[in-house]
């Protein structure tokens, strides 16, 4: 199903039943990861969103609320306002971590007891929520879930927000090595029944795991850790194999990884250390999506001065002036907005014009930056990995008419 390498975003999509978007915090990664979904949706296939902690507005209109964790279907009347003709489905489901992890408790333990018992038990409350890399492990654990369920042709997953987006890519293998089955058989035996303190001092590797799990988890009361490993017997019996499939499934050619990315100079940094990593754990980038990009606009030399911009901007806003004479005599900008500037120079103060034209150079030179680093970064991608450029828009964006915005970016042709 999947190409090795991919023209475009929209051949990317295409070829691949899992989409992953990755990237360091705030670039965009839930609002890429929801209008993936939603074309791919419009393209007539059975879509879903996996996403963390979305801006409000936008679970609102997807109809994901606090509680999470049940795929809800996005009502065809929403998906609707998109579409030309006929179209696929769109599920959206958020990530609540603590909900998952009470979840895969109720799978996998089937006594009522023993597992009112884990639900109840301080070093699982603490594991559940402050387990670094608990919540990336829990995204995976739901992303194979959702694979295995058979419902969806297209499964785009966001990635939790973090200043270590590796920790998404890790956090299987970690939480494996973490809950080592000799681990959990030695916190089983009866033998373990003795105090923490005995413990530590009873061999250095016994009082190196438990520091180990004193350090992740701030619990220091043993009898909590070992009636919690021995309730979840049932569940680590089975956990080595599941935690192999789901990082199989991330290695899977039908999984495609996107990098969001901004042009900041320290986001572009953490790009390009992301990428050099990914590849190096065999879950290599295939597509980037480079959001948010201010768009230098082209001038004539002679008009890009600050004083050549000055008057044309007062020219501008002398036309909007229902009282002026300009707005219905002047035809030369040039005339206007010398006028305009010159009444202001004459009353000391920097005109309005002076100053929207002095933010416009600014932002023409931010806009210069941008392409100079993006050139660079362009050039220390694969060529298979094609970039799509995201310009960043007048305003959030928080519903599907804001997430159809950006499709002629993501997926026509000739944007990338
Ligand atoms: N191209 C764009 N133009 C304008 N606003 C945008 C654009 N892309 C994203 N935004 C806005 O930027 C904000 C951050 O986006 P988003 O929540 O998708 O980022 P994120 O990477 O998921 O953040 P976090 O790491 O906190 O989860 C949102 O308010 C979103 O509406
Ligand atoms: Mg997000």
Known sequence: MAARSVRDLEELVRGHRIVVCAGSGGVGKTTTAATIALW???????AIVLTIDP??????????????????QVPDSVLATGASGAHGTLAAMMLDQKGSWDELVERHVPNAEARQRILENRFYQQLSQSFAGSQEYMAVEQL????????????VVDTPPTQHALDFLEAPERLLAFLDRKIVKWFVRPSFSAGWSTLRTMNRTVGFLLHKIE???????????TDFFSAMTGLFEDFEPRVQRVTQLLRDPATAFVLVAGPDEQVLDQADYLAAQMSARGMPLKGVVMNRVHRHVAMNDGDSSLEAITALVAAQL???????????????AGKGGRRAASAAAASGAPSLAARLAQNFVAYQARARGDELRLEIFRQGLPRSVP??????????????????????????????
Request: no cysteine; net charge negative; proline share 6%.
């Open 215 to 225: 350090d992740a988890t701030g619990v220091t009361a043993l009898a909590d850790v």
């Open 55 to 72: 801006a409000r507005r936008l679970a609102d209109s997807l109809g994901v609320g606090p509680i999470g964790n049940t795929p809800v």
């Open 40 to 46: 791919g949706a419009l393209q007539g296939r059975n």
């Open 144 to 155: 194979g879930e959702l694979d295995a369920s058979g419902r969806y042709d297209l499964i």
């Open 318 to 332: 002398e036309r909007l002036r229902p009282e002026s004479p300009a707005a219905t005599r002047a035809t030369s």
């Open 387 to 416: 970039l799509a450029l995201v310009p960043n828009l007048e305003s959030d964006i928080h519903d599907v008419a804001g997430l159809l915005q950006l499709h002629p970016f993501l997926f026509a042709r000739a944007a990338s």
